[in-house]
């Protein structure tokens, strides 16, 4: 099981990024996803989650109206669009696979499966 996220870098508060996960060795189409944050001195935190489908998405109130996370099956790979950023969202994102096909009721990291290794996205003010 692979999960191999990119995308993060270096952006100015107000600015946008788009960070991208691909996953292989498990079936991708069967599994909601989420993405989590952990900032500096921080424990990991939830940002958002996609059904299998990607018709029914959910996300945490600090990041509403601002990411977007959408899924293309067909490539195994699972997106956040970030936008508006703020110093605050500087962290490392994790890009995690649930266990079934609809997003868990509870989103926190002991109920996702498997993870990536993390992008870095700093966010200067």
């Known amino acids: 099981v692979q999960l191999q996220a990119s995308g993060g870098g270096l952006v100015q508060a107000g600015g946008s990024l788009r960070l991208s996960c691909a996953a292989s060795?498990?079936?991708?189409?069967?599994?909601?996803m989420g993405w989590f944050r952990q900032g500096p001195g921080k424990e990991r935190e939830f940002v958002a989650a996609?059904?299998?489908?990607?018709?029914?998405?959910y996300y945490a109130d600090l990041v509403k109206g601002r990411f977007t996370i959408s899924r293309d099956n067909a490539k195994n790979t699972v997106y956040l669009q970030m936008k508006s950023v703020k110093p605050e969202d500087t962290a490392v994102y994790y890009c995690a696979a649930a266990r079934g096909l609809y997003i868990p009721v509870e989103n926190t990291p002991r109920i996702y499966e498997y993870w990536g290794q993390g992008t870095q996205v700093t966010v200067s003010s």
């Open positions: 996609i059904n299998w489908s990607g018709r029914s998405e």
């Open positions: 060795g498990f079936t991708f189409s069967s599994r909601a």
